[in-house]
């Protein structure tokens, strides 16, 4: 690319969890932010310029890249909904509406992409998930989509001169998360001064704050790496002592219910994410430690009296 071109990036799923954060950190690198909308109002945000278009229409999705003509394509929009999401058929859409857009995007000039890609994409089986050691050998239909995907960008870009990354995020929690995944379903009970059940809590994962998530995939696509790589904190931490600090941040860890529901029966023990690529070869650490980070959350859902109530 050339150094005195302007980079004009155009963002999928801007205003959902990961998206909205990226937004910040891209302005700030000096990117001109064009945003997708479509079936949500845009999210305020100064020196983001918004574009209303449904990524399962390719008429629509075609104007938009072609009044954009971004440099730089950020590409987070997905099928999300918690509880669904691991086998729910919208995910082969998605890989259809993905390659759709890189061929609009190829079409419209534009030359340096990332995706969001997933942890689901490994053999869980392995426990630790090196980009380059551990099989992506997914038991889970959404991680089959996602690993597919990644394979077919690899492969488009290859052929067609185009610049990729593929960051893989694992577990993540702050501002703005849907109000039913794990913290932020803990933190809405203790607001409510309810019981916050949770299953044995035994598990280890790798969890980051989404800020640290955000700011990473926006370092991914700033910088000239090519390929698969782990974003994510690279810290094995149990969840029981995740969900225990929350009660003890928020001055009520008799509320919370350790065992109370049952764990997955094919539940991974752990899952961690070898971040040697990241911190090496982009040259990226997050920022947040665990407590930083939920207290930040913790304070997102304090500020919002009519999310307080747990359902």
């Given amino acids: 690319m050339n150094p005195d071109e302007p980079k004009r990036v155009l963002v999928t799923g801007a205003s959902g969890f990961i998206g909205y954060h990226c937004l910040a950190p891209l302005l700030a690198r000096g990117y001109e932010v064009h945003a997708l909308q479509s079936r949500t109002s845009p999210v305020e945000h100064d020196g983001v310029r918004w574009h209303a278009a449904d990524l399962s229409d390719l008429e629509s999705t075609r104007r938009v890249m072609e009044e954009v003509r971004a440099t730089d394509l950020l590409h987070l929009a997905w099928y999300v909904e918690p509880g669904k999401v691991i086998d729910h058929l919208d995910n082969a859409a998605w890989v259809q509406r993905t390659l759709d857009l890189l061929r609009l995007f190829h079409a419209s000039g534009g030359k340096r992409l990332a995706v969001c890609g997933s942890c689901y994409e490994y053999d869980w089986r392995y426990g630790y998930c090196s980009e380059t050691l551990t099989p992506t050998e997914p038991d889970t239909f959404y991680g089959v989509c996602k690993n597919s995907l990644q394979q077919m960008v690899r492969w488009y870009c290859k052929l067609t001169g185009l610049s990729s990354a593929w960051g893989r995020v694992f577990f993540l929690y702050g501002p703005r998360e849907h109000p039913d995944r794990l913290v932020s379903s803990v933190i809405r009970n203790l607001l409510a001064d309810r019981p916050a059940p949770c299953s044995h809590g035994e598990q280890i994962r790798d969890y980051m704050s989404v800020l640290d998530v955000a700011d990473g995939m926006v370092a991914l696509l700033d910088s000239d790496f090519e390929g698969p ?65 939920l207290r930040a959350t913790i304070g997102w859902w304090s500020s919002l009296p009519q999310r307080r109530q747990a359902p």
């Fill in 229 to 293: 790589c782990n974003i994510a904190c690279g810290r094995p931490t149990a969840i029981k002592a995740i969900v225990s600090r929350i009660g003890e941040l928020m001055g009520k860890p008799d509320l919370i219910r350790l065992g109370a529901l049952p764990a997955r029966a094919n539940d991974a023990p752990m899952v961690v994410a070898d971040i040697t690529t990241m911190t090496h070869r982009l040259g990226w650490k997050p920022r947040l430690g665990l407590d930083e980070g």
